[in-house]
């Protein structure tokens, strides 16, 4: 008898030692952690956009025709990288909400103003890519506006993770498509 009880004794005792520390980890580190991750993991995914986009602009202004190939990975890589940004950025803004953090979530909304503006230019790209033969200028004039966008999210994103505390992204690389 005596076996029982001390067995069922301390499984109580782990149980009671577990759960408080259960309950700390997920209160303030676990909401940290998951924020940082999607906080920097959106800011990588959308400097990512920034330097395709800034990489296309330099091959425009390089060629006088423009392959079908170099458009085609520009544009699947662009958009794989915004379609990452804003997934990792509704996961952040799921956070946010259940921490009403309403500062943080005008952050957020800001953002994703910018990023909107970012896809619909990088939908009007993709339009003028499909014609044939790419309209080299126009699309150059596109990127410009593909690059500003980007770059105005980046430094919302930037004064948001700022916000947060969670620490300055790696510094950004120049990605001038003049």
């Not at 544009?75 to 794989?80: E, G, K, L, N, V």
């Not at 509704?90 to 309403?102: R, S």
């Not at 890519?129 to 980046?154: H, I, N, R, Y």
């Amino acid at each position: 008898m005596t076996r029982p009880l001390s067995f069922a004794l301390t499984l109580l005792a782990l149980f009671a030692l577990t759960v408080p520390a259960v309950a700390q980890r997920d209160a303030g580190a676990k909401a940290r952690g998951d924020y940082f991750f999607y906080g920097h993991s959106s800011h990588s995914h959308l400097h990512g956009a920034s330097q395709h986009t800034g990489h296309y602009g330099r091959y425009l202004e390089s060629t006088q025709t423009v392959s079908p190939h170099v458009s085609s990975m520009t544009h699947t890589a662009i958009d794989h990288h915004i379609n990452q940004t804003q997934a990792h950025l509704d996961a952040l803004k799921q956070g946010l909400e259940a921490d009403n953090n309403q500062a943080a979530l005008e952050g957020v909304a800001t953002v994703n103003k910018h990023l909107g503006d970012a896809r619909e230019h990088h939908d009007t790209l993709q339009k003028l890519s499909e014609t044939k033969p790419v309209d080299a200028a126009a699309s150059k004039k596109v990127v410009a506006k593909l690059q500003a966008s980007l770059d105005t999210a980046l430094g919302e994103l930037e004064k948001l993770l700022e916000s947060l505390h969670l620490g300055k992204p790696p510094a950004r690389t120049a990605t001038s498509a003049k």
